[in-house]
């Protein structure tokens, strides 16, 4: 059949056209107007202040040096640049065309044609006198074409008549309308003003020159006017990719033109040749011709010379030597091949008929394809196939995209042409909804995807709606040639990846390939993964269209600044947004200058964006504003004041860049989302790539395996950053380290998490919070009083200095985490005010403006079970963290009253101050008061506690109470025989292992060892080494107490992160037999080294990890930089350091072998700490180091020889270096408190933390 017959393609082959092949059919001038494209283009006046943020992303030009012959430079808006200085007009010493002199008529090598026309520059020669316009390729975007007469810069009185073009890059000027190489060109992007002057004349300005010309009427005149004012202002759309633009030239220099005396600047840019006067002229935009290389050839001569010819010209170029003659051919060559290649699939396609007219707007000469669809396609269609996705309609250009299109593709197109193709796509195409070819966008837009998304128009084969039928039709119909047929099964739902059922060809694509169907394989390929208007059918032959979810596509206008290098500190003006189209298409984000442009300013592919930001509202002159953080650490700023717009560009953006295993994240209400290296204390080796959204108090985190994780930053126990190249983020059982691959973004998330970390409003779930939903303020404030306010008499009731009020509540909102509250240094009556004026001003209450009425009304109950109900039942409903901290509250205020006696604060005195504070009310009636006293009165009841709990809570109180009243002092000195209360954990850290015991100042780590083994009947078997060790959480180090070691100093020296732990030392038979074998206490070798100074007590960490020589001998440790050094770089006295085993993982240690070295010292009356960290390769190595350490500050005693002696301690004996101290409970647990009265009041709610 004759649709089974495939088209020949022609061979990639072309001959060079000759005056008789190169005749074009002349089109009237009305037609060269249908398709006026033009582009803006930036001014052209250059200064030091000119470069403002319409220029985008502008680098300075680099402009060439008259004997530098190859350049390549990256592609810039402008075709040329003017420097900052240029020289002003030129003398009358030019003619007309302002560019050669007019004293040498040698004629040039016409090769046998006429001699030189009046034209003193270029010859006569070659003209063609049967053809009226020049080859198709110089008649592209041509705007605006006719006579005038032009005046020469000579200042002359008389005009001359010139045929004069203006296209989107230059006005053009030849002396008649036959000629096909102009007299002067003149760069439109270099055009600064075009005013009307004079009886029908209008001046063309630029820079340096002024242009006059004159038109025959004044209508004329004006028209070209406003011409070229929309062309200056960029109306005028830029015809598919500028081929000749002149800001990418392959090769340039100069060249001499026989026949002239004078070389001319010569640029090869892409399929063109430009010739220009001098390298000036050509920076400033004003030459003298271009020359389409699609109609060249290039002759070789001898030596320097060599020839192009054209069929209208020959140009005889002489080169500055032979070896630059070489270069010249062969760039011309490359042009000339560009040329041909370019236009050359155009011409296949545009064989079949019906393929030289756009598929969708009848627009001729149709220079883009949807390869997919089948369909070829104008410039202004295919905008709004890219606007529908690759995954729908997959755009290409038939002059630039040269590697897609194979033979068989070619073939494919040649064989269905536009017109069998649209059988299928426009069968049913309503008159009233057809395109024009000047159909604005929108109504393109709404057609192409009634068209082709939806398949509205399309001819429904007689099995669509039935799957499985046509998924078997379509593997019969690709073992043949039926094109459109296997088109029209494709786009019906056959799936073109359904299963054959031959092992052998499982699907219809290799099925095709293997009964020699080149074509049908070919459009296969092109729609694997092709979304279809798919069916959901119930029952045979009864479908239910369906619509294919949109892909990642927008587009639209934003205001946009210049991108950044840093971030941004201050707001930005409306004034520095500059309007630009914007498209997101096919992974790449890019924006315009206008939606009527084709080239963009500039672009982002989705690989290389790595954040995306939203700012808050008005942050910027426009309301809504988002920031995009590249992979170059660029930082772009957009904003709009739509915000629907922002929120849609927004989810596409996002969209666009974050993989399908992080796809939950998009689901959030994020300000901040993108991608980051991390580690976390599992693996502190290997960095993991993650992605992260930031929503509200939130991290969201997706690592590499997929995994959800979310980190609550306002309940972080830890949040720092290291050398501003980590962000440690710690929380409860985990350490998660945030790496800054680039500086910019990385310091944008710092800023982000650091705020979102801190308190955020005035609610109570926008606070810092502690590991169970208490508000940090209210558990300092509870935990402070608790251990120095229950015997205040009025605790509550009386009012504190507001000043000091004013200032710790404010401490509190900044940064509740770094607010301590301390004995001496704050007042019990400034806390408790602080703790009522934080209630006072909470944002919604305690009880939420909503309930708060509720709870007042159920305080009227007069059946005391049904009120308790009522509570409960409130207390259920009210949010999370409202609900813990009323709890801690009212169990707080519940201890108060226990001990009413001492403070005077009974049941009703409580009630009267914290009903109208926790209610927000005036206070004028009892009803607040009442519910809040029923609360403290029901407390067991309402909140279900624990009992047991409660009475151990009490009693621990109790002791604080009476060892304060027998002390009466906050620090006493006199009274002999003080005594802590310790919490001594048995092998781990839990409840059930602890033990209580009371600490003299005499006590040794060997008695306090042997007390607590006694407690629990443990023998001490051969060979068992129990030991006493400090553990400090927060360090992640411990270290064993030596036996003889007092227990009570490293009490006071606790912080609230340590506990002590009895436990084995599995070490110490190993190390004792290492000592066992050294004649001396010494050792030396290499280690690595870091050292953390404590700067104001901030604990900042300097430098990393270097190899250093270390030598241990009896009375220091020496540190020199290497083995050879003679002098020691650092010095310290065995005797002034404690060792401890582990290094935290935070300061990344290269290994896990580690010691945490702390050295006290008293330089000048005041002591001094530093710490340091030390690395050993082995195991055995840091037991070495450790071991010769504790044997020298010990003298050899490193343990007991008898071993153990489990005898009670005799607890009478004083300590008079230590004086006395308060006997104070101490719990452990990650809760416990500072070991003496200053200390304890470091942490208040430690005693308390797990109370309910």
Known sequence: MQKDQTPQVPPRIRTPQTQDNTQHSTQPDTQLALHIRTVSRPSCEFSQNSLDDNSDDYEDPDFI???????????????????GGIKGRYSSLYSDDELLDDDDSTPWNDSGHSTLQSSVYLPATGRLASINKEDSSQQAAVIKMGWLDKNPPQGALYYQRRWVKLDVDYLRYFENDKEVYSKGIISTAFITNVTSVGELKFEVATNNRTFIFRAESEAERNDWVTVLQDCNRGRHRRNTMSP?????PEFQGYLELKGLRPKLYTVIASDKVYLFKNIDDYRIGVGITSIEMNVGNIKDSERRNFDLTTPYRIFSFIAESEQLREQWVDAMRNAIGEALSNSEVAEWIWVEPSNSACADCGAPKPEWAAINLCVVICKRCAGEHRGLGPSISKVRSLKMDRKIWTEELVKVFLLLGNERANSFWAANVPPSEALMPSSCSEDRRRFITNKYRQGKYRKYHPLYGNQ??????????????????????????ADVNCSTGVASWPSPLSLATAHSQPLQAELLSHNLNTELPQSQVDGAMKAIHYSAPPCVTHNGFLFKTASMARAITERKA???????????????????????????????KASEIVCLAVDASEKHGYDHTFELYSESDRLYLFGTDDPDGHKEWVKSIAKNFIPATAEPLLRLGFERIGRLKCKDGLNLQTSKVGWFALAGSTLHAHLEDGQGEEIHLRKLNELSIQDNEVLVLVEKGRTLYIEGERKLDFSGWCTAIQAAAGSGGDTLGQQQL???????????????????????????????VNSRVAALCERFRCDARSVHLREGEHQVDDVSNTLKRFFRELGEGLFTSEDANVWLSAAAIQDESMKISQYQLLLNRLPRVNKATLQALINHLYCVQRFSELNQMNLHNLAIVFGPTL???????????????????????????????????????????????????????????????????????????????????????????????????ISVEDKEYWSCWEVSNK????????????VLPILHSFGTDSHLLIKKHLAMETMILYLTSKVEASKHGMMKFREERSILGLGLTSGSFHDRYFILNSSSLRMYKEVRSNRPERDWPVKNLKVYLGIKKKVRPPTCWGLTVVCESVKQERPERQQWYLCCDTQTEMREWFATILSIQYDGNVWPQDGLQLTRVSRVLPDTRHGNVSLIPLRGSENEMRNSVAAFSQDPLALFRDVR
């Not at 040096?65 to 810039?76: E, H, I």
């Not at 379509?474 to 494709?490: A, H, K, P």
Request: charged content about 25%; hydrophobic content about 30%.
């Open 468 to 493: 499985k039928e046509l998924n078997n039709a379509l593997c019969i119909n690709v073992q043949c040639s039926d094109v459109l047929e296997t088109l029209s099964l494709i786009f019906c739902g």
């Open 244 to 248: 000749g633009s002149l800001s990418s």
């Open 1035 to 1046: 360090e992640e180090m411990e270290r064993p107490l030596h036996y003889l070691e007092r």
């Open 770 to 800: 502690t590991e169970t939903d208490i508000p940090v303020i209210v558990h300092s404030c509870i935990g402070y009083i608790t251990q120095c306010g229950l015997t205040s008499e009025g605790i509550y009731r009386k009012s504190g």
């Open 574 to 604: 409306r004034e520095e947004f500059s309007r630009r189209w914007c498209v997101l298409n096919d992974g790449t984000f890019s924006y315009y200058e206008s939606d009527k442009n084709s080239n963009p300013n500039g672009a982002l």
């Open 65 to 83: 040096n008259p004997r530098v012959y190859s350049m390549k430079t990256p592609d810039r808006d402008m075709s040329l640049q003017v420097p």
């Open 919 to 1017: 209610f927000q009310t005036d206070g004028k009636d009892y009803t607040a008061g009442r519910a809040i006293e029923e609360l403290i009165e029901h407390y067991t009841l309402i909140f279900e506690v624990d009992e047991q709990q409660l009475k151990k809570q009490l009693e621990e109180i109790t002791v604080i109470i009476q060892v304060r009243e027998k002390l009466n002092t906050k620090f006493p000195s006199t009274e002999p025989g003080g005594h802590f209360i310790c919490t001594v954990y048995l092998e781990e850290k839990k409840e059930t292992a602890e033990q209580h015991v009371k600490i003299p100042g005499s006590m040794t780590a060997a008695e306090l060892t042997c007390e607590v083994l006694d407690r629990r009947n």
